[in-house]
């Protein structure tokens, strides 16, 4: 009986000990004990604009409606966090013992806006405001601010909302966020779980932070962080400080890099996806990467960096190097030879909105590429970018035998527009033309300047837009599926014509390239050539016409028309020109015998400067008036 006395006794005290804790510390004073003890740690203000009341579990503390926690002074956006309800959760123990020690917060619906000043200053950077706070009076030395008994058990936020407003520039914004902190106290780390689907995807984050306390005075801290969304995963291991300031390893592994990016509102690659290298971010927003690789569409690339993160825009001075590139098909540059109906390019929209993230120079290295079915070689070049407009200038490229040079301007700042002038040397024709148009009748070396200027959004649109001039000197080469000696003796069915060489010089006009002067020399005859190249709609209409070479010249002309698209072009003798030219010369001696007779038979008297076509036509009206007159009865 004496135990359950005991027991009962015990209980009854502990009743009415929790009665006069209650009364003697209602909801307002703790509110007002906690908003004290944030004033004296943060310089700041937290103030309760609804009722304030006892909440009783899971954990004794206060219920709160309208929390908001000051923002800094040089602000005027309102407050840096404000939520709809707050539950503060206090020690027990100390709460017995006079002391309010905050345990647990929950908050509902937060809203917090981080926020940096016309001079660099951010709303965060709590460790003016504490020393400000914390002056000492009348010359005294400053008291450090101290955090010896600070811990929060649990933090917990549901449905926030987080805002990054930058003076002058950029203004994000994510919501729907999920936050929980553990933190048991001095000496231990704070670990930290976020939930969030900010682009339609779920991710997660999740963080540890060796030393908050030292993180929150302003100091650095080691922090270890993995973000895990679309089945791919980032992570940081290094030392963080909230000014901000950064540096360590990044490592990120997606293989499926496309949704993994777009989970974070980021366009991306398809297929797998990994990048690694050390970071540093300094408090003057200067950004670094240093022994960087990228693995991305079976292309592994070493890249260093550096990147201003202060202007409008980031501007980066990159260096990026590879051994082998591959990138892009065939897919729609090419004319398909099925049933000879061409396919056109490609009407895919071009999404050239990558010109206007970043402002910058980046050089280039590759010793090898495959770019659409281009074969290129050793290449180094350079590209500066600004305001949505990159110029690549290449120093170097080795492609299909021969070298290319030039500079090449792509602009998006009010649609896409491209311009190139390019100068290529000894470049091989058939794998060349092949490639690009796919035509592979033509072998030899040739030396191509060309400029040229379109605009539109897709490559379609590019072709058929298409301006510029140009013109070309090749040497010794072939035409496979016409032999224009053969053809001269009747033969069509086909074979190879060789020429010594061939030149050429050239306009286009809305996607047509014109040619009127187009020259080859051939062993046993020379050849001429004009018409037009249709780029847009990848077509010919072109008028070759070769000349036999006899003791006198060129005694036998036989023209051959080519028409039709790329692909399946038609190759025909033009008969009737081919007549004309080669017999103009025995045509008029003819011609010319019978005018003589005519002119003797009539007798036929020329005046001076008068030509005999004349001379017999007014012969023949003067004879035709004196018949008419002779049936009219006339003299």
Known sequence: MKVIRTIVAAAVILVIGAVVLIVALPGEKIAKLAADQVKSQTGRDLTFGGAVGISWYPVLGVSAEDVSFGNAAWSDLGPMFSAQKAVIGVDVMAALGGNIRIKNIELVAPDVLLERGKNGQANWDLSEATTATQAPESGAAPEATSYEDFALDRLVLSDARVRYIEHGGARQEISGLSLQMRWPGRGQAADISLQ????????????????????????????????????????????????????????????????????????????????????????????????????????????????????????????????????????????????????????????????????????????????GGLEIGRTRATVEIDRARAVATLSEMAAYEGTVAGTFVANNRNGLSVRGDLSVTQVALQPLLQATAGLGRFTGKADFESRFLSSGQSLDALMKQLSGDGAMQVGRGTIAGIDLDRLLRGDVTGGTTVFDNMSASWTITDGVLRNDDLAMGLPRMAATGKGTVGIGQQTIDYLFTPQLRGADGASLIVPVKVRGSWSNPSIVPDLDAAIKGSFDKEIKAVEDEAVKALEKELGLQKEEGQSSEDALKKKLEEEATKGLLKLLGGN
Not at 211 to 217: G, K, M, S
Not at 225 to 240: E, P, W, Y
Not at 248 to 277: Q, W
Not at 311 to 330: C, F, S
Request: aromatic letters at 2%; proline letters at 4%; a negative charge.
């Open 196 to 371: 969030a689907a900010p682009f339609g995807t779920d991710m997660d984050v999740a963080a540890s932070v060796v030393a908050p306390l030292v993180l929150l005075q302003g100091g650095v801290s080691d922090v270890s962080a993995t973000l895990s969304a679309a089945g791919g995963q980032a992570s940081f291991d290094g030392r963080v400080g909230i000014a901000p300031e950064a540096s360590g390893r990044v490592h990120l592994d997606a293989p499926d890099g496309a949704a993994f990016l777009a989970a974070l509102g980021a366009g991306g690659v398809e297929g797998p996806l990994k990048v690694g290298g050390e970071v540093t971010l300094t408090r003057d927003a200067q950004l670094t990467l240093r022994g960087g690789e990228v693995e991305a569409l079976g292309n592994v690339l070493a890249v260093q960096a550096d990147v201003e993160l202060s202007g409008v825009r980031p501007r980066v001075t990159a260096q990026i190097a590879t051994d082998a590139l591959m990138l892009g098909t065939t897919d729609g540059a090419q004319a398909s030879e099925t049933e000879g109906v061409s396919v056109g390019w490609s009407e895919d929209p071009i999404d050239a909105s990558a010109l206007g993230l970043v402002d910058g120079t980046i050089t280039f290295a590759a010793e090898t590429m495959q770019l």
